[in-house]
């Protein structure tokens, strides 16, 4: 096919094999991972498909140029060398954002003003007036990546990451990354076939990310903008034909997705944010005490969550985790329970013996996502206290 190009989709630690599935899944071309990123090929329609479509990636780019450079003054060469007006015009800003792995160049934001002065000395040299900078909201939004002495100039196609979808219009004190929770919840191996409870929502992010994947519904159909709307080859018709041949995959979801918090405010803002989702057919968020519920339902059921850390939340942890432990053993038989803590200390005191820990990182702090099983039965339930 004539028209694909390389694209680069960036990803949280630990997600790649997720995204590779999900790329190919969506019919991408080449697909390879690589470090908390995969690359493919795809025409225009895909790069607008992946944006709108995948669940894990939070940006997607386009690379337009790479060359080997020495110093700073090579970077700022080969960058005046480019056709730049192919992508801005004078009147356009622009944002450069840099990403720099190398022991030779250690400063992103010098090579990002290095790449920004070569841009604007570009324009002011053959046109006499140079396109403004605006870091909020670029016209057009470019990347540069520098590994070792390996510099790849891309276009982000995204703008504001892809975690961004636009239907959280409230938040409480600690959301989860959309990606994170979208992720986690694809990890966990629920298909939409038993019913779902994230017992401390806040916010409510990982019931609407269960919901849009049990109905297959695109993560960003929400979502205000995409970067790419703004490039000078954006076709407006086929983005419309993606998001509607998109909307027609949608399937059927008929088990029920529950959110409980025992902070009614942070149940006001999941309720808001889960009609924003046009999702309250198929979530019911209530305020409820997780350590005074139990189980709704003998059938099978899938919880997903993650407590408080006790970072940015002053309560006992110890005694919060083996109240997690005893609800769960004590309430809810015939359940799969997952959730994600950078609680270590903390962790031990569940007093239930996790089947699966799966290293992740929520934003910069390493956590572990674990997964106990509760048998039918409490004398088949996995003890070790
Ligand atoms: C880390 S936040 C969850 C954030 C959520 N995933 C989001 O995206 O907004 C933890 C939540 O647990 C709630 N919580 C703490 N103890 C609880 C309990 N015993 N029962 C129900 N909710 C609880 C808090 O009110 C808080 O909203």
New binding site residues.
């Given amino acids: 096919m004539g028209n694909n190009f390389d694209m680069v989709a960036k990803t949280l630690y630990g997600f790649e094999d997720l995204l590779e599935t999900e790329l190919n899944r969506l019919g991408a071309i080449n697909v390879k991972k690589g470090i908390r990123s995969v690359t493919f090929q795809g025409d225009k329609g895909f790069m607008y498909k992946a944006n709108l479509c995948l669940r894990t990636a939070i940006k997607i780019l386009k690379p337009i140029q790479s060359f080997n450079i020495r110093n700073e003054e090579d970077l700022y060469a080969r960058i005046y060398k480019m056709p730049w007006e192919n992508y801005l015009t004078h009147y356009n800003t622009f944002a450069i954002d840099a990403t720099v792995h190398s022991d030779v160049f250690t400063h992103s934001k010098y090579m990002a003003l290095k790449t920004k002065d070569a841009i604007a000395d570009k324009f002011r040299n053959t046109q006499g007036k140079r396109p403004n900078v605006d870091i909020k909201f670029p016209d057009l939004r470019i990347h540069i990546h520098i590994q070792k002495n390996h510099c790849t100039v891309s276009l982000d196609s995204s703008g504001n990451s892809l975690h961004k979808r636009g239907y959280?219009t409230a938040?409480?004190?600690?959301?989860?990354?959309?990606v994170l929770?979208a992720g986690m919840i694809m990890l966990s191996g629920w298909d939409g076939q038993c019913d779902f409870l994230?017992?401390?929502?806040?916010?409510?992010?990982?019931p609407v990310e269960a919901a849009m994947i049990a109905c297959n519904i695109p993560p960003n159909i929400n979502r205000k903008e995409f970067a790419f709307e703004k490039w000078p080859d954006f076709d407006e018709d086929l983005f419309d034909k993606i998001i509607e041949s998109s909307l027609k995959k949608t399937r059927e979801f008929h088990h029920k997705i529950y959110g409980?918090?025992?902070?009614p405010?942070?149940v006001r803002?999941?309720i808001a944010n889960v009609k924003n989702a046009n999702l309250s057919d198929y979530i019911s968020i209530e305020d409820?005490?997780?350590?005074?519920?139990e189980k709704i339902t003998e059938e099978k059921l899938h919880i997903l969550?993650?407590?408080?850390?006790g970072e940015?939340?002053a309560?006992d942890m110890e005694e919060?985790y083996a109240?997690i432990g005893d609800?769960l053993k004590q309430e809810y038989p015939n359940t799969d329970a997952w959730f994600i803590t950078s609680n270590l200390e903390a962790l031990k005191h569940v007093g239930l013996r996790p089947s699966r820990k799966i290293k992740l990182f929520n934003g910069p702090q390493e956590s572990k996502l674990v997964k106990y099983e509760i048998y039918s039965g409490s004398k088949k339930a996995k003890f070790n206290r």
């Fill in positions: 959280k938040t409480n004190i600690a959301p989860i990354n959309e929770a994230d017992p401390m929502c806040g916010s409510g992010t990982i409980y918090d025992k902070a405010s942070a803002k999941a409820q005490n997780f350590f005074r519920s969550f993650n407590p408080p850390y940015r939340l309560i919060f109240s609800t």
